[in-house]
Protein backbone atom coordinates (compact mmCIF):
# COMPACT_ATOMS: atom_id res chain seq x y z
CA UNK A 1 0.00 0.00 0.00
CA UNK A 2 1.38 3.65 -0.61
CA UNK A 3 -0.06 6.16 0.74
CA UNK A 4 -0.83 9.74 -2.20
CA UNK A 5 -0.60 12.53 -1.87
CA UNK A 6 -3.84 14.89 -1.45
CA UNK A 7 -4.63 18.50 -3.02
CA UNK A 8 -7.84 18.37 -1.37
CA UNK A 9 -8.65 20.81 1.18
CA UNK A 10 -9.73 19.06 4.70
CA UNK A 11 -13.33 19.64 5.69
CA UNK A 12 -13.64 22.16 8.79
CA UNK A 13 -16.40 23.75 10.31
CA UNK A 14 -16.40 27.08 11.35
CA UNK A 15 -16.07 27.38 15.13
CA UNK A 16 -19.19 29.28 16.86
CA UNK A 17 -20.38 29.83 20.02
CA UNK A 18 -22.86 28.20 22.39
CA UNK A 19 -25.74 29.42 24.63
CA UNK A 20 -24.31 31.17 27.83
CA UNK A 21 -26.29 33.10 30.10
CA UNK A 22 -25.15 35.78 32.32
CA UNK A 23 -25.38 38.91 35.00
CA UNK A 24 -28.31 35.94 36.46
CA UNK A 25 -30.94 37.43 34.72
CA UNK A 26 -33.16 34.44 34.97
CA UNK A 27 -37.21 35.25 33.82
CA UNK A 28 -38.83 32.60 34.96
CA UNK A 29 -38.57 29.49 36.72
CA UNK A 30 -37.12 27.57 33.83
CA UNK A 31 -33.75 28.95 34.30
CA UNK A 32 -33.77 30.51 30.87
CA UNK A 33 -32.10 33.85 31.16
CA UNK A 34 -32.88 37.46 30.01
CA UNK A 35 -29.20 37.89 28.97
CA UNK A 36 -27.17 35.68 27.17
CA UNK A 37 -24.41 34.64 24.47
CA UNK A 38 -26.64 33.66 21.29
CA UNK A 39 -25.53 30.20 20.02
CA UNK A 40 -24.43 29.93 16.22
CA UNK A 41 -22.62 33.30 16.31
CA UNK A 42 -18.92 33.34 14.73
CA UNK A 43 -16.60 32.64 17.36
CA UNK A 44 -14.14 34.87 15.77
CA UNK A 45 -16.81 37.83 15.97
CA UNK A 46 -17.38 36.75 19.70
CA UNK A 47 -13.89 37.20 20.55
CA UNK A 48 -13.50 40.74 18.15
CA UNK A 49 -16.53 42.15 20.76
CA UNK A 50 -14.79 40.64 23.87
CA UNK A 51 -11.64 42.58 23.25
CA UNK A 52 -13.26 45.52 22.43
CA UNK A 53 -15.77 45.08 25.62
CA UNK A 54 -12.33 44.57 27.78
CA UNK A 55 -10.18 47.06 26.29
CA UNK A 56 -13.11 49.69 27.11
CA UNK A 57 -13.28 47.86 30.59
CA UNK A 58 -9.40 48.38 31.30
CA UNK A 59 -10.22 52.24 30.22
CA UNK A 60 -13.20 52.76 32.72
CA UNK A 61 -10.78 50.97 35.84
CA UNK A 62 -8.27 53.32 34.62
CA UNK A 63 -10.24 56.64 35.16
CA UNK A 64 -12.15 55.32 38.13
CA UNK A 65 -8.72 54.99 39.60
CA UNK A 66 -7.01 58.13 38.66
CA UNK A 67 -10.66 59.77 39.94
CA UNK A 68 -10.26 58.03 43.14
CA UNK A 69 -6.64 58.94 43.22
CA UNK A 70 -7.40 62.58 43.21
CA UNK A 71 -10.22 62.30 45.71
CA UNK A 72 -13.35 62.38 43.18
CA UNK A 73 -16.25 59.88 45.13
CA UNK A 74 -16.88 56.61 43.15
CA UNK A 75 -20.39 55.81 42.94
CA UNK A 76 -22.33 52.35 42.62
CA UNK A 77 -23.40 52.28 39.19
CA UNK A 78 -20.33 53.17 38.02
CA UNK A 79 -19.28 49.24 39.72
CA UNK A 80 -22.05 48.58 38.51
CA UNK A 81 -20.97 49.10 35.15
CA UNK A 82 -17.71 47.29 35.54
CA UNK A 83 -19.33 44.28 36.48
CA UNK A 84 -21.66 44.19 33.41
CA UNK A 85 -18.75 44.39 31.06
CA UNK A 86 -16.78 42.04 32.92
CA UNK A 87 -19.38 39.55 32.97
CA UNK A 88 -20.19 40.10 29.44
CA UNK A 89 -16.55 39.78 28.15
CA UNK A 90 -16.50 36.12 30.70
CA UNK A 91 -19.86 34.90 28.70
CA UNK A 92 -18.73 35.44 25.47
CA UNK A 93 -15.28 33.92 26.14
CA UNK A 94 -17.00 30.76 28.06
CA UNK A 95 -19.57 30.65 25.18
CA UNK A 96 -16.57 30.15 22.18
CA UNK A 97 -14.86 27.67 24.86
CA UNK A 98 -18.05 25.59 25.19
CA UNK A 99 -18.50 25.68 21.27
CA UNK A 100 -14.94 24.73 20.60
CA UNK A 101 -15.62 21.93 23.23
CA UNK A 102 -18.85 20.90 21.37
CA UNK A 103 -17.11 20.83 17.76
CA UNK A 104 -14.03 18.64 19.43
CA UNK A 105 -17.04 16.36 20.47
CA UNK A 106 -19.15 16.34 17.44
CA UNK A 107 -15.50 15.30 15.00
Not at 14 to 24: K, M, P, S, W
Not at 37 to 61: F, H, M, R, W, Y
Request: glycine letters at 8%.
Amino acid sequence: MSSKNSTNPLASQELITALVGFCDTPIDNRGIQLLNVAPGTNAEDALQTAKVLSSGLGQICRHMHDSLNMGELAYCDGMAALGFLAETVSALVWSVQKGAEAAEVRQ
